[in-house]
């Protein structure tokens, strides 16, 4: 079964960092792209980045650019986003997502992990 | 960026009644138009990607279609584990934007 499990996620003051986690099982990680798309409380889809399957094409939503990066662990199985700098409206559900390429097809998503960020 | 803009924002709709939902793309995008679906308190799952295509295990009762700025998602005949949110995206170019939803609500 194709499975993405996000973990990393919790409560984390203004200014602060945290590292969020994807596992994936069941598909050849190493053959695709990847993505974190979040949804902020009662709101709707914001796409924050992307990676390409080798890893050497990234880009970021201006709204974390310079503040958040992306990562990849092909022998792993494994996506990262190194969150710094953290401020009040990053708060939101942060989901990883499999993308079948040549378009942002994001046909497998992660349960969510929810980051609040908050004095 | 591209904006993506969905019409209505909610509808409330009856068992068994034809949905449509409409996504207007600032800028030509070809075909590059998904469209997911969003239970409450659930990951979003892609429904229909390149405008038309249905995901395998998607009942037929759903159908895109559309091209260049226009597109429609169609549920033929609703059903109850239909209402959610939908959200359509575009994957033509870098940041991919998604609309701002619609609510599929039960009369």
């Known amino acids: 079964e194709v499975q993405l499990v996000e973990s990393g996620g919790g409560l984390v003051q203004p200014g602060g960092s945290l590292r969020l986690s994807c596992a994936a099982s069941g598909f050849t990680f190493s053959n695709y792209e990847m993505n974190w798309v979040r949804q902020a409380p009662g709101k709707g889809l914001e796409w924050v980045s992307y990676i390409s399957s080798g890893d050497n094409t990234i880009y970021y939503a201006d709204s974390v650019k310079g503040r958040f990066t992306i990562s990849r662990d092909n022998a792993k199985s494994s996506l990262f986003l190194q969150m710094n700098s953290l401020r009040v409206d990053d708060t939101a559900i942060y989901y990883c997502?499999?993308?079948?390429?040549?378009?942002?097809?994001?046909?497998?998503w992660g349960q969510g992990t929810l980051v609040t960020v908050s004095s | 960026d591209i904006q993506m803009t969905q019409s209505p924002s909610s509808l409330s709709a009856s068992v068994g009644d034809r949905v449509t939902i409409t996504c207007r793309a600032s800028?030509?995008?070809?075909?590059?138009l998904n469209w997911y679906q969003q239970r409450p308190g659930k990951a979003p799952k892609l429904l229909i990607d390149a405008a038309d295509n249905l995901q395998s295990g998607v009942p037929s009762r759903f159908s895109g279609s559309g091209s260049g700025t226009d597109f429609t998602l169609t549920i033929s005949s609703l059903q109850p584990e239909d209402f959610a949110t939908y959200y359509c995206?575009?994957?033509?170019?870098?940041?991919?934007?998604f609309g701002q939803g619609t609510k599929v609500e039960i009369k």
């Open positions: 995206q575009q994957g033509y170019s870098t940041p991919p934007t």
């Open positions: 997502a499999r993308d079948r390429g040549s378009g942002y097809y994001l046909d497998t």
């Open positions: 800028q030509r995008i070809a075909l590059y």
